[in-house]
């Protein structure tokens, strides 16, 4: 380690700045930001710097660089493009124990100015030594979409209890717990949901009622999205980081399951078509006992959890048991998987309207309303209806649809391992019977299906060279 990361308390100190360009307003506007006064000596001063100093009581000096200069500075900055005057600097500092910078010269330096990510109070610096600044601002970048602004507000929240938190808890562990519950819970989320008022006042109850070992955790419903991890939100991903224990179907993706936290309790409530491992009744209990043991609890679902996901049943459980809950929507099946086999669900040629339907209703047989679904300019998109389909082919030309319409099967869509088969009304069925291609499956139906061979994106142009194209004269891709 080439430098030792420190933060310096600059309010209401003072700092020297040898240069008056560009270069010296941006180390001046991080000086200012940090509460320092600074002095700026140069010949020439930037007029967006002097207007910068004016506003925050700094001062120019129109002239020469002179040693005494950094008599009652607490660090300095050399900013100028005179490598004389900058190594003057450098000496001048080094022979007072004055902290020094010299921009774009490291070997000058005795501290450096990271890429900093600031979320006051919280501020992080990332630094690659002088060795390469581009690399730092790129991590700094991501950790800017990592980190949401709300961890700003929640900074000044937990600040504002601190000292009450530590007289509630006189053991270290204790407080540790508390305040694990604090930031990885519900008063969190209601600070980066822009609620600060009922974080304050939730923060409030917890110490009222504080017992770390015995307060009712949390449930997390959030929707995996298709299968393809890059797919998760931001906000899905910090909470599965997050959470003690995760309850996952079977429509979740292995490599989604995977970004979970390490150390959580994995458990398998997968469903399949006539095998359901853990009955729906049982899971809604399986959450609320999780909950009950002052856990964060995890709901895990393939695609979004309020379109066939069963979430809304979860969620009334919780309700009527008084669990706090929240919900992360996922990208559904019909959005990602059609986008992938290059089928848009609307086109203005083609389109203008696309519905969502299940293939199977309670008692396993398909009950819709299909004079519904033959209407012109419309896509149709069915949800767990492989096992079905040659009755909802059948139905949809007896009730109107042309046995032409273009019909297509995306099977484990957004994954590696996606196929898609594309027919008709009329011949989807059989071709299916030969390709029998597996679920998980969407069925969509419409005239947009006829552009998947020219608007693929995820498929024969891409995957050709790794030899996973099937050779099907029904035109099975994947």
Request: charged share 25%; hydrophobic share 40%; glycine share 8%.
């Amino acid at each position: 380690m080439d430098y030792l990361p420190l933060f310096f308390k600059l309010d209401n100190r003072t700092a020297l700045l040898v240069g008056g360009g560009q270069v010296a307003l941006r180390k001046a506007t991080l000086l200012v930001r940090a509460g320092a006064k600074v002095t700026v000596v140069a010949h020439r001063v930037d007029p967006e710097l002097v207007e910068l100093l004016e506003m925050n009581g700094g001062q120019v000096i129109v002239g020469e660089y002179h040693a005494e200069l950094l008599d009652d500075k607490y660090l300095v900055v050399a900013a100028t493009d005179d490598d004389e005057l900058n190594e003057r600097v450098h000496y001048d500092a080094v022979e007072r124990h004055m902290p020094v910078n010299v921009v774009d010269n490291q070997p000058l330096c005795t501290f450096i100015f990271p890429a900093i990510v600031d979320r006051s109070p919280i501020v992080i610096g990332v630094s690659s030594g002088g060795e390469s600044p581009v690399l730092a601002r790129l991590l700094r970048a991501k950790l800017e979409t990592w980190i949401p602004q709300g961890y700003s507000r929640l900074g000044q929240l937990v600040g504002k209890f601190r000292q009450q938190v530590k007289s509630t808890f006189s053991n270290v562990e204790t407080r540790r717990i508390f305040w694990e519950k604090v930031l990885q819970g519900q008063i969190a989320e209601k600070v980066f949901a822009g609620r600060d008022e009922e974080a304050h006042d939730l923060l409030v109850t917890a110490l009222k009622h504080a017992d770390p070992e015995h307060q009712v955790g949390e449930v997390y419903l959030v929707g995996g999205g298709p299968g393809d991890p890059e797919l998760l939100t931001f906000k899905a991903l910090r909470l599965m980081q997050q959470a003690d224990v995760v309850l996952y179907d079977q429509l979740v993706s292995p490599k989604v399951v995977d970004l979970c936290r390490r150390d959580a309790d994995r458990v398998f409530v997968g469903k399949r078509r006539d095998d359901h491992a853990v009955p729906q009744e049982d899971i809604n209990m399986l959450l609320v006992k999780y909950a009950q043991q002052g856990r964060r609890v995890l709901r895990l679902k393939g695609g979004d959890p309020f379109i066939f996901g069963r979430g809304g049943e979860e969620l009334q459980t919780l309700k009527e048991q008084n669990i706090p809950f929240q919900v992360v929507p996922g990208i559904t099946a019909a959005s990602a998987c059609s986008t992938y086999a290059g089928i848009p669900l609307t086109h203005r040629d083609y389109a203008q309207s696309v519905r969502f339907v299940t293939g199977q209703l309670k008692n396993r047989t398909s009950d819709l309303n299909f004079e519904e679904l033959v209407h012109p300019g419309q896509t149709i998109v069915f949800y767990m209806g492989l096992h079905s389909l040659p009755h909802l082919c059948e139905q949809l030309i007896a009730h109107g649809r042309a046995a032409e319409t273009p019909a297509a099967i995306v099977s484990k869509g957004t994954r590696p391992d996606q196929q898609v088969l594309v027919g008709t009304l009329s011949d989807l069925p059989q071709l299916q019977e030969q390709a029998k291609l597996p679920a998980p499956a969407l069925i969509i139906v419409g005239e947009v299906v006829s552009l998947h061979e020219n608007l693929a994106w995820f498929g024969e142009e891409v995957l050709h060279d790794h030899g996973l194209i099937m050779p099907d004269p029904h035109r099975v891709t994947d």
